[in-house]
Nanobody, 120 residues
Framework: QVQLVESGGGLVQPGGSLRLSCAASGFIFSIYDMSWYRQAPGKERELVAAITSAGSTNYSESVKGRFTISRENAKNTVYLQMNAMKPEDTAVYYC??????????????WGQGTQVTVSS
């Protein structure tokens, strides 16, 4: 059974830090590209950060320089370190895994989400 379980969300003051974790099971984690998305109330879900199976990363402009995505294949876990947080970072954060075979068949998995609130 495939599972992506996020943890580490919560309430943080502006300027503070949080680290999200996503523990994966039920698939070969190391060959999947992993990402973090977020969805704020009334807004569409957006990509925050991504890391490929080879370790290449990319970030949305809104978090570049403040957030860091990383993965630990030995623990089947992907992380999102969030620093210098702003109220506009408030959202539900989702873990996402994706693999596309050469044949074009795609496998996509989502976690259940974890709430992050940035407020004084």
């Amino acid at each position: 059974q495939v599972q992506l379980v996020e943890s580490g969300g919560g309430l943080v003051q502006p300027g503070g830090s949080l680290r999200l974790s996503c523990a994966a099971s039920g698939f070969i984690f190391s060959i999947y590209d992993m990402s973090w998305y977020r969805q704020a109330p009334g807004k569409e879900r957006e990509l925050v950060a991504a890391i490929t199976s080879a370790g290449s990363t990319n970030y949305s402009e809104s978090v570049k320089g403040r957030f860091t995505i990383s993965r630990e294949n030995a623990k089947n876990t992907v992380y999102l370190q969030m620093n210098a947080m702003k109220p506009e970072d408030t959202a539900v954060y989702y873990c996402h895994g994706r693999r596309r075979r050469v044949s074009g068949v795609e496998f996509v998995y989502w976690g259940q989400g974890t709430q992050v609130t940035v407020s004084s």
